[in-house]
Structures are given as structure tokens and as C-alpha cells.
């Protein structure tokens, strides 16, 4: 355990941000769920621009790559362009 004032201050800071990233990644995951099982093209799309938006919060925080959040772009993109 850390003894320095500092360390102590650090392990709490690490924690809560830590819990908020879990938050918001949880979050955004259920938003494509919800995507992904949306079959009106409108409401997809709606909801693309809500999605894609939430995840690229989530590359610029560092919470996921840049890359893994460029691919869930495009894939969920695809995914909405296909749908009648």
C-alpha cells in the first residue's frame, strides 16, 4: 500500500477515473446493441450519428484505439447502408 500523501491521492483519481470509463464504454456498447438490432433505416441513422459520435469521445479519451473505434465506425456505417 502506497504511503506517500500523493500516491494516496493518485489511487483515488486512477479509481473514479477509471469507473467513468467503464461507465461510458459500457454505455456506448448499449447504444450499438440497440443499433445493431434497429431495422428502420431512419431511426438507424439517427442513431448513427449518435453512436459514432459517443465513440469517437471514447478514441479521443484513450478509452479505446483509434483505430478500433475508426473500424466500429465503419462497420456499423455498412451495417446502416445495407438496411432497406
Known amino acids: 500500500m502506497a504511503n506517500h500523501k500523493s500516491a494516496l491521492k493518485r489511487i483515488r483519481a486512477n479509481e473514479a477515473k477509471r469507473l467513468r470509463n467503464r461507465y461510458q464504454a459500457k454505455t456506448t456498447r448499449t447504444f450499438i446493441k440497440r443499433l445493431k438490432l434497429t431495422s428502420d433505416k431512419v431511426e438507424a441513422q439517427e442513431l448513427l450519428k449518435k453512436v459514432t459520435s459517443m465513440i469517437d469521445k471514447l478514441a479521443k479519451k484513450n478509452i479505446i484505439h483509434k ?13 446502416v447502408n445495407s438496411l432497406a
Open 67 to 79: 483505430n478500433n473505434a475508426s473500424n466500429k465506425k465503419s462497420k456499423l456505417t455498412k451495417l
